[in-house]
């Protein structure tokens, strides 16, 4: 599959999964994955799911601006960066969020969150 295609695929997948069902976020993360959230160092698949299921929103909507890509060589992995809007039930403005998220592949053939770092892009 191209690798920009690939990347979209999986971007659409994640804040889809995110925005609908947190907890089955899970299976995109293992047990080395690590996830940044905002400084604050995760690792673990449980205890990822564990910080984003205990965000202090039920709902959001993740409007996405841009996705970049690039193949990550030595792994046969993929980096992507994410830019878009968090936009929170309730809130009038949204808000800028960046992310960035290193794919391995699996040896079924699909591909796990190694790293994800995310922060909010204040002005």
Known sequence: MDPDALAKAFVEHYYTTFDNN???????Y?????????G???QGSPN????LTSLPFSQCHHSITTVDCQPSAATNGMLVFVSGNL?????QHALK???MFHLLPTPQGSYYVLNDIFRLNYA
Do not use: H, N, Y
């Open 30 to 38: 293992q047990d080395g994955s690590m996830l940044t959230f905002e």
């Open 97 to 99: 969020f960046s992310q």
């Open 48 to 51: 990822i799911v564990a910080k």
């Open 22 to 28: 947190r907890p089955g976020l899970a299976s995109l």
């Open 87 to 91: 936009q929170l039930a309730g809130e």
């Open 40 to 42: 604050q160092k995760i």
